[in-house]
């Protein structure tokens, strides 16, 4: 049996003012009690060391490159690896990411048990807009901060498993499941800022944000016949409320843990990699049942084409 015992490392609101320190100091409390649960792997949110800041609309290069990290780990996050190796849990979370050579990325990594950095992932699906949306509440200018992701959907070989990582946007998007399923993977790990009501929304607003949230990873692992793990940076930051739901998804689709709060909590579940065979032997058996000559219209465009 080739079990992970796997931590969902929810975190709560990240005010605009919060340090990177403070944070990571947040996430070193939920790594110790990871380990005490016996976790061998622990997944943070998506940007996990800052506030959502595509919610702000910004001009200057150098406030919008505040939020970003030039190298991983830096001084900021090397307690977070120095007390995973300690502790022997990998670890994965996301930031943003400012490269060498001046491209910016919404990023997330994956270590192995030693603290070394065994995987990374831009994200691919950016939602919102570029421009200022004058009909909005609040922005979401993730198309104005970062550029698409440029490394595909990549599935590494850690701890005996394979697994690959997606961020908060692309979890909605069945593709990103399926060419990591096409891969093999058998865990599938992803952060989320999701904001939880907006001024259009009606009052079930956030009880739907929840529902799509939920059926958008538990279809994906069900298809795929892997675990999802989705965790959520949630609570209300600078008066922006963001959703919780953090879940852990068996490779049936069944949610075997969910977060219960909007602030940092910790989910936990022994995951037993080896419950995807039975499905990837059988339903969805990618080598025996799919018929990809009927499919190149999902890679062959972009939009809709209407018949005559
Ligand atoms: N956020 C949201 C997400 O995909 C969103 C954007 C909000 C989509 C609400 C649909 C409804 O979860 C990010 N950061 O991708």
Request: net charge negative; charged share 25%.
């Amino acid at each position: 049996m080739r079990e992970i015992v796997i931590g969902g490392a929810q975190l709560g609101p990240i005010q605009r003012a919060e340090s990177r320190e403070s944070v990571v100091a947040r996430m070193i409390v939920l790594l110790d009690q990871a380990a005490k649960a016996g976790c061998g792997l622990v997944v943070f949110p998506e940007l996990a060391l800052t506030t959502f800041f595509p919610r702000w609309w910004m001009e200057d290069p150098a406030e919008v490159d505040q939020w970003f990290e030039t190298e991983m780990p830096n001084a900021a996050t090397q307690p977070l690896f120095d007390r995973a190796r300690d502790h022997g849990i990998a670890i994965s979370f996301g930031y943003a990411e400012k490269t060498s050579d001046g491209h910016h990325f919404n990023t997330s990594i994956l270590t192995d048990t030693a603290g070394n950095i065994v995987g990374k992932y831009r994200k691919v699906h950016l939602p919102g807009h570029s421009e200022f949306d004058t009909e909005r509440a609040f922005q979401h200018l993730e198309k104005r901060y970062f550029e698409p992701g440029n490394l595909g959907f990549p599935v590494w070989r850690n701890m005996d498993a394979l697994m690959g990582m997606c961020i908060c946007n692309d979890r909605r998007w069945p593709e990103v499941y399926r060419v990591m399923g096409l891969q093999g993977a058998e865990l599938i790990m992803l952060g989320y800022n999701t904001p939880s009501v907006n001024s259009q929304d009606s009052a079930e607003g956030l009880e739907h944000r929840l529902y799509h949230s939920d059926l958008s990873m538990t279809s994906g692992a069900y298809q795929n016949a892997a675990w999802v793990v989705g965790v959520a940076k949630s609570g209300d930051e600078d008066g922006h409320p963001l959703m919780a739901g953090s879940i852990i998804v068996d490779p049936n689709g069944f949610v075997v843990a969910r977060a219960q709060t909007e602030d940092d909590e910790l989910i936990v579940h022994a995951c037993d990699m080896d419950l995807c065979n039975f499905g990837k032997s059988t339903i969805f058996d990618f080598a025996r049942h799919r018929r990809v000559e009927h499919y190149t219209r999902i890679t062959a465009q972009t939009g809709v084409e209407y018949p005559e």
